[in-house]
């Protein structure tokens, strides 16, 4: 049951003049060429803070939507067209769907350093950036594949601001295989990033995927069992099972948070199946939208 305190949370008014204000503040952004593949209309633009850059990009109208893609450490826009569920062309007729191409990602347009402490908390500081940049105080959020550690994150970094969360094929730790994701960080993404920032040492690389996968190796890496039982945002879990989106990570979510319920799974076929589950998905945010 989600607390009743949540339903009031948000007006009507308030939501208009978030709207309008993140309207104002993108027409005065940068702009920049839209990755190839995305949908007619989509704007692109950059979030500054520092010695770190984002690139994001917006498409539709209405409640604010934050999609953080799939690719592990290569979470990027461009991956959009190719995912699952392509959030972009999905339901950009349902909400103002915004998205980015994470901190140093391979083939993206964001860069910044390498943090060493505290990583997750690192993109959760990116991700609220762009979202204030836009003068976006709530929004809902969908998570695919390292985007369930992302807004499990921004769950409990801003649960206030995190009105409901799709998390589709969360990342999750496997006991058998427990360096999975640090050696794909390792073998992938370090090898890509060294030829394009040769001046970060490999040993700070090192420290960087520590903190992300072996400084808490169990669960969904970002957060706690006991955070996951505490969260009140509401969520809608989509499961997937290979070794980087563990099946029982799916289920621990679901069963731990308060909030939390879960889809059918397998999910994505039959077409008519995985067709639901996106609908399922579209009218799970459009209900907690405005509570």
Not at 113 to 132: I, S
Not at 192 to 220: C, K, N, Q, T, W
């Amino acid at each position: 049951m989600i607390d009743s305190s949540r339903r009031t949370v948000l007006t009507t008014g308030a939501a208009a003049a978030a709207a309008t204000t993140a309207t104002q503040v993108f027409a005065q952004t940068p702009q920049a060429a839209a990755p190839q593949g995305l949908p007619e209309g989509t704007k692109v633009g950059f979030y500054e803070n520092g010695n770190v850059r984002i690139r994001y990009a917006e498409i539709g109208s209405g409640f604010p939507l934050l999609a953080t893609p799939g690719g592990g450490l290569n979470s990027r826009i461009g991956i959009w067209p190719t995912a699952v569920i392509n959030i972009m062309a999905e339901f950009k007729n349902d909400f103002r769907v915004i998205t980015m191409d994470q901190r140093n990602a391979s083939n993206g347009d964001s860069t910044g350093p390498v943090p060493l402490d505290n990583p997750w908390d690192a993109f959760a500081d990116d991700q609220l950036g762009v979202m204030d940049h836009l003068g976006i105080r709530q929004f809902l959020f969908f998570g695919n594949c390292i985007g369930g550690p992302f807004g499990m994150k921004l769950m409990e970094r801003a649960p206030a601001r995190v009105v409901a969360a799709v998390l589709s094929q969360p990342v999750g730790h496997r006991p058998e295989q427990p360096d999975y994701m640090y050696n794909s960080g390792h073998d992938v993404w370090a090898k890509e990033f060294r030829e394009r920032r040769p001046d970060v040492a490999m040993a700070s690389i090192e420290a960087y995927l520590h903190g992300l996968y072996r400084v808490r190796p169990d669960f969904v890496y970002s957060v706690s069992r006991d955070f996951a039982k505490s969260c009140q945002v509401p969520m809608l879990v989509l499961p997937d099972d290979i070794v980087a989106h563990p099946l029982q990570v799916a289920i621990d979510i679901a069963s731990l948070a308060p909030n939390a319920e879960i889809a059918v799974f397998p999910w994505k076929e039959p077409p008519e199946l995985k067709a639901r589950t996106i609908n399922r998905a579209r009218a799970f945010l459009k209900r907690h939208q405005t509570a």
